[in-house]
């Protein structure tokens, strides 16, 4: 069965790094889009990153560009989110998530656990 | 950015109950729309996508509709385990967005 397993997460002080990991199992990984989608504590859900199969294509919400790196390695099953220069509002769990397409239309069809990330001093 | 704007916010019903959430688009989004259930500590769960089909294993008391601007999940009679926090999220075209979430909650 498909899981995605996210970890990574941890206490960071403000302008740190942290580098979250998604291990994947259960499907062929290098067919799909994946992506990052993160949560404010009791708040709502917020699309980060997602990256196609391939690597070739990444798209970033203005909230994490020029911060988070969203990368993946076929060969490992991994997603990965590079996040720099931490601010207080990134704390969020961060979930992972496979995409799935046809007709052009998307969405999230299996979602990871969750890793928490708390940016404070 | 396309805003999806849900309502209501909260809503408080009772098992055997009928329910509908509405989710507005600010912008046409065609069918490219996706509802998602989470409950507490959990990982949202998938529920129906592209506005009207049901994703496999969801029950059928769940169905979507809607095209456009103007989408609704409705939930025809509620069960103990339906109360929960519902989403929809758009896939037109990025960033992708979330609505603020509809927290279902027993009467």
């Known amino acids: 069965q498909v899981q995605l397993v996210e970890s990574g997460g941890g206490l960071v002080k403000p302008g740190g790094s942290l580098r979250l990991s998604c291990a994947a199992s259960g499907f062929t990984f290098s067919d799909y889009y994946m992506s990052w989608i993160r949560q404010a504590p009791g708040k709502g859900l917020e699309w980060v990153s997602y990256i196609s199969s391939s690597g070739s294509t990444i798209y970033y919400a203005d909230s994490v560009k020029g911060r988070f790196t969203i990368s993946r390695d076929n060969a490992k099953n991994s997603l990965y989110l590079q996040m720099n220069s931490l601010r207080a509002e990134d704390t969020a769990v961060y979930y992972c998530?496979?995409?799935?397409?046809?007709?052009?239309?998307?969405?999230?069809?299996?979602w990871g656990q969750g890793t928490l990330v708390t940016v404070s001093s | 950015d396309i805003q999806m704007t849900q309502s209501p916010s909260s809503l408080s019903a009772s098992v055997g109950d009928r329910v509908t959430i509405t989710c507005r688009a600010s912008?046409?989004?065609?069918?490219?729309l996706n509802w998602y259930q989470q409950k507490p500590g959990k990982a949202p769960k998938l529920l129906i996508y592209a506005a009207s089909s049901l994703q496999s294993g969801v029950p059928s008391r769940f169905s979507g509709s809607g095209s456009g601007t103007d989408f609704t999940l409705t939930i025809s009679s509620l069960q103990p385990e339906d109360f929960a926090t519902y989403y929809c999220q758009q896939s037109y075209i990025t960033p992708w967005t979330f609505g603020q979430g509809t927290k279902l909650e027993i009467k």
């Open positions: 998530a496979r995409i799935y397409c046809t007709n052009g239309v998307c969405w999230f069809d299996y």
């Open positions: 912008q046409s989004i065609s069918s490219y």
